[in-house]
């Protein structure tokens, strides 16, 4: 009790503030010195240079036939490269927008019509789902069936039925030539 | 001293001491731990030492998540780290001339501990401590030299493992069990990383005890003589906290500079060669800081006994305290010994370099000469200076001796800052 006393008087005594200023002073200091010491060993975990120069992939279209689903690796995941038939993409552009739980016209998700590119990765929880091999179960929509959880995507990519929040993603690409495409 | 901050934290920590009396134990140790008034600048190399294993330890722990363990992908994992990794550079420039780091300010350290006679009793396991956290640094950073998988590691890697086909008969079959394999391979590589990594914490464990003995008695100091009441000393916080804080700064400019401006000026450019189990370069270097040892095997022209020389010449460091047979510590006091006392620095230094050159002409001699001077400094001249050497007297306290009125107004300043 007699040291908080005395605290309480050296602490209101205007000696102290060229301590306390020193103080506060020196660890502002030493603090903005750590915080630059601890920069390089977070950044140092960052995708390194090597793992992102695999950022871009090309494809080539020429072999994919109408009606066949090719699978590209891109940054390490893959992307779904879907040559729809005519119907596939009637079926796809007559769907009410607004019923959707991710409301979004097929014309938005692809670049050609006839060419569907999109992250084979279930927006759920990361599985990759059925549908690019022949005998596949690709759902009651024609397009995508996750195994997982049972998320069921459209001839769009989109989420129809399951616990997914949102569509299949679609990748930055570009057509480089009438049957190339570069993705990233 | 009780915690007698007002609010609901100091209430948690009344209550969580009360239990566990860790804090408590903080605030004796770090804080009020009364340490002689009158350490000069070498005390501050221990700490400094604890602060490069904490360095050591982070910046290993982030290499390792680069790096590969395999004898196929060690050397371009590493060439990763450097080029391809966020700051892979520093990291890695950082943790390499922090293991040169490391061992010059044990070095200083050890020879501090020599000059002032830090040794002697009641401090024995104290130093003994020592010597092993300096064997296990030893095993640590030359199994870490191994890991680039460069030229210079591949034959580091031969050359130390080959020092134990010296023992005879048995030898050869040791020499390959150790490689896991018929030479230094893959496997070798793989138990050098897993150990690399342990002993680092090993080494932590052994620092903990190495404090703990020092806190039993407190530090030694420039006298060497025993602290005998409050006048004799400074609570630790703030008078050797902001001194060792202080030091830290100024080391940190030194380690800085190698980091950033000479990052390969104490290693060799040879282990930027990938290991080639075909080839051996011309000229075998260990680092620096191995140089001394390597110029004792070096010189001596029978394999078991350059062996037995080299191995011994750390374990003698055991016996110190028993080879001194003087009663004072320090060799303020010693007329004869503070002078033999350079006498093994500059031997251990002309060790060095004899280590650093090829051995022929002069090298040769200057080797012989010095590792015979290493032993007859600790076998025959420690014993004997005891006996033949008479010690100027002793001043009665610290405090007289560093005081001008003696220390007598200045007990008061023993005391701890009610509020620092």
Not at chain 2, 217 to 240: A, C, E, R, V, W
Request: glycine residues 8%; neutral net charge; aromatic residues 14%.
């Amino acid at each position: 009790m007699a040291d908080l006393a005395h605290q309480n008087v050296t602490g209101a005594h205007p000696g102290e503030t060229r301590r306390d200023f020193l103080i506060l002073t020196a660890t502002a200091i030493g603090g903005v010195g750590v915080a630059a010491a601890i920069w390089p060993f977070i950044g140092s975990l960052n995708p390194a240079r090597d793992t992102l120069a695999l950022s871009t992939t090309e494809v080539d279209l020429a072999p994919v036939q109408v009606g066949q689903r090719l699978t590209v690796a891109w940054r390490g995941k893959p992307v779904f490269i879907d040559h729809r038939t005519p119907e596939e993409i009637k079926t796809a552009g007559n769907v009410n927008v607004s019923d959707l739980r991710d409301p979004q016209p097929d014309s938005a998700r692809v670049k050609k019509p006839e060419w569907l590119v999109i992250i084979g990765v279930c927006t759920h929880l990361g599985c990759i789902p059925l549908g690019q091999k022949t005998g596949d179960d690709r759902g009651p929509y024609g397009g995508w069936f996750c195994p997982c959880h049972g998320s069921i995507y459209d001839t769009s990519g989109r989420i129809r039925q399951g616990p997914a929040p949102l569509n299949l993603a679609v990748p930055p690409y570009e057509f480089t030539g009438d049957t190339t495409i570069k993705i990233g | 001293m009780a915690d007698t901050r007002p609010g609901a934290a100091s209430r948690v920590i009344r209550w969580i001491d009360h239990r566990l009396p860790f804090v408590a134990m903080l605030q004796h140790e770090l804080y009020e731990y009364p340490t002689p008034r009158n350490l000069s600048y070498w005390w501050n190399f221990g700490s400094l030492a604890g602060i490069m294993l904490v360095v050591m330890i982070v910046t290993g722990i982030f290499l390792a998540m680069q790096y590969t363990p395999h004898a196929e992908y060690a050397f371009d994992s590493v060439e990763r780290i450097m080029r391809d990794v966020d700051y892979g550079w520093m990291l890695r420039y950082a943790h390499m001339n922090g293991a040169s780091m490391f061992f010059a300010i044990v070095y200083i350290h050890l020879f501090r501990g020599l000059y002032y006679g830090s040794y002697k009793q009641p401090r024995e396991l104290l130093w003994i401590l020592g010597v092993i956290i300096l064997i296990l640094m030893i095993m640590t950073a030359f199994m870490g030299y191994v890991l680039p998988w460069g030229q210079m590691s591949y034959w580091a890697a031969t050359v130390i493992t080959n020092l134990f086909s010296a023992i005879p008969v048995i030898g050869q079959t040791i020499v390959t069990f150790l490689w896991g394999g018929f030479t230094v391979g893959n496997p070798t590589l793989n138990r050098f990383y897993a150990l690399h990594y342990l002993l680092p914490f090993i080494i932590v464990a052994v620092v903990l005890l190495h404090l703990i003995a020092l806190h039993r008695f407190g530090s030694n100091n420039p006298l060497g003589i025993d602290m005998k009441g409050p006048q004799d000393t400074l609570p630790f916080h703030p008078y050797f906290t902001i001194k060792d804080l202080f030091g830290l700064v100024v080391f940190l400019m030194v380690y800085s500079f190698f980091v950033f401006y000479a990052p390969n000026f104490l290693g060799s450019t040879e282990n930027y060669i990938p290991a080639n189990p075909m080839q051996t370069p011309n000229h075998i270097v260990p680092e620096w800081y191995l140089l001394p040892y390597y110029a004792i095997l070096r010189s001596v022209p029978n394999k078991l006994l350059g062996v037995i020389l080299a191995f011994g010449s750390i374990f003698l460091l055991f016996l110190v305290p028993w080879l001194d047979t003087s009663p004072v510590r320090s060799a303020r006091f010693r007329p004869i010994y503070k002078w033999v006392f350079w006498l093994l620095v500059i031997d251990v230094i002309a060790l060095g370099w004899v280590g650093f050159n090829p051995p022929e002409g002069l090298v040769v001699t200057v080797g012989q000469v010095a590792t015979l001077y290493y032993f007859v400094h600790f076998l025959i001249l420690f014993p004997l200076l005891g006996k033949l050497e008479r010690p100027r007297p002793l001043p009665l306290s610290i405090s007289s001796a560093v005081l001008q009125d003696g220390g007598a107004q200045l007990g008061r300043a023993g005391a701890p800052m009610a509020n620092p």
